[in-house]
């Protein structure tokens, strides 16, 4: 099971993550969250990440330390 987060509004979020390929040719991982809980692409919290909540509409990002 990896990260989950309840926004401020009662809503629970699962972290995902997915390897993706740019159009340079460049590989990058990215993060998305998911009110349902995806077992082939769930994620701890990375170390170098925090997540942020929009106080208007309760929408969460990962951000960089």
Do not use: C, W
Not at 40 to 47: E, F, I, Q, Y
């Amino acid at each position: 099971m990896g990260y989950k987060h309840t926004n401020s509004k009662g809503v629970t979020y699962y972290l995902n993550s997915k390897d993706v390929t740019l159009r340079g040719g460049k590989k990058q991982t990215i993060y998305y969250f998911s009110k349902d809980e995806r077992k082939d692409t769930a994620v701890d919290l990375p170390s170098d990440r925090k997540v942020e909540e929009n106080p208007r509409n309760g929408f969460l990002t990962l951000k960089r330390k």
